[in-house]
Structure formats: C-alpha cells, structure tokens
T-cell receptor, first 112, second 111 residues
Framework: DAKTTQPPSMDCAEGRAANLPCNHS???????VYWYRQIHSQGPQYIIH???NNETNEMASLIITEDRKSSTLILPHATLRDTAVYYC?????????????FGKGTSLLVTP | DVKVTQSSRYLVKRTGEKVFLECVQD?????MFWYRQDPGLGLRLIYF???????EKGDIPEGYSVSREKKERFSLILESASTNQTSMYLC??????????FGPGTRLTVL
C-alpha cells in the first residue's frame, strides 16, 4: 500500500470549513484513497473514498489532485463533534483481508 | 446505514477465563474482521472471514480463535484470557470497494 503523510494536528473554528490534507505521492493507478476518523474511545468511522474523481457525501467532500499524489478531505461546516483523529489510507482493495494501516493521522480540534 | 454492533462496551475478566466477544452486522456483508487497538501500536488484525465458516489468520492470531456460523455474526474467542490481552477490540465488516465499517468497540480488561 502507498504511504501517506498527514499533518499531526490541526485546529478549526466551529462553523468553518476544515480542510485536511494528505500526501500520497507513490500512489498507484488502481489504488483508492480512503478517509476514516476515530472519535476518542469509539471505533473508527468510514467517511468517504475515491479513485480519481472528487467525491461528496453527507459527511464530507474528497478532492483528489489530477496527478493523484495528494488529496484533501473537506468538512464544510465543522462542529465540535467533528473533533477526532482523521486517517487517510491508500490501498488497492480494502477487503483484501489485510489490516488497515491507520498510521498516526491528523488530530483535528474544533473549537467554539 | 450500516450497523455493526458488539455485545459489550466494557468487559472485565479474570486470567484464565474463556471470553466470548460477539459482533453482528446488518448489511449482508461478506467480509468481517477482528482488530485490537493499543496505544502506540495502532490497529492490528487478529482474524478475518470472507464467508460463513471461513476464517483467516491476521497478524496476531495467537491466543485467539473465531467462529462464523452465520453471515451476520463473527465471534472472537479468547481461550484462556491473559493480562496482555487487555485491549480495545474492534469488529468491522465490509463489501468491496466500500470501506470497512466498525463497531463501537469492546474495552476488555483482564485482571
């Protein structure tokens, strides 16, 4: 699986957009970009995934650069409940049975 | 929405006890997984299953076994609990190419 690099921490004011970057410069053509988050003492939560095109769902938007070497997860109107550790994962097949390598992720703090 | 439920949020057991952790998913997913999460070590895969009665070892299967008699249910068994099995246990299910959906976790303490 391609290695990902994320900033260790970010702050965001409540109501503002939170933009979380992820670098994956060694990504292969058939690898997806997945985003998860983990709120303290809870199980990881799937947010969104994409291959080439930008994606949007009820939780977030995923912007993938044209060369696919980086992506940005956007939480359009962050709330206090969005405070969590966000993980960017790149892999071919999330169901391969191998462990998801969550790495260290970005700790997002949403402040009032 | 996908729902993955685990039988207990918190569990306290004694060394040597047999422990059963149950996981149920309601989305007819083929694949189910058991992880443990420890500070500084991230998520580590214990066992996974692609189908009923099928199981595969993950990275750290020692001391654990699993059972999948029905598609929606995946059980993790600690044959003889030890203190080093104190951890957060997380169950997940998935159906490609969507991501894995996790349960709330069971925090197990072995005394």
């Amino acid at each position: 699986d391609a290695k990902t690099t994320q900033p260790p921490s970010m702050d965001c004011a409540e109501g503002r957009a939170a933009n979380l970057p992820c670098n994956h410069s060694t990504i292969s053509g058939n690898e997806y970009v997945y985003w998860y988050r983990q709120i303290h003492s809870q199980g990881p939560q799937y947010i969104i995934h994409g291959l080439k095109n930008n994606e949007t769902n009820e939780m977030a938007s995923l912007i993938i650069t044209e060369d696919r070497k980086s992506s940005t997860l956007i939480l359009p109107h962050a709330t206090l409940r969005d405070t969590a550790v966000y993980y960017c994962i790149v892999r071919v097949d999330v169901d391969s049975g191998y462990a998801l390598n969550f790495g260290k992720g970005t700790s997002l703090l949403v402040t009032p | 929405d996908v729902k993955v439920t685990q039988s207990s949020r918190y569990l306290v057991k004694r060394t040597g006890e047999k422990v059963f952790l149950e996981c149920v998913q309601d989305m007819d997913h083929e694949n189910m997984f058991w992880y443990r999460q420890d500070p500084g070590l991230g998520l580590r895969l214990i066992y996974f299953s692609y189908d009923v009665k099928m199981k595969e070892k993950g990275d750290i299967p020692e001391g654990y076994s699993v059972s999948r008699e029905k598609k929606e249910r995946f059980s993790l068994i600690l044959e003889s609990a030890s203190t080093n099995q104190t951890s957060m246990y997380l169950c997940a299910s998935s159906s490609a190419p969507k991501g894995q959906f996790f349960g709330p976790g069971t925090r197990l303490t072995v005394l």
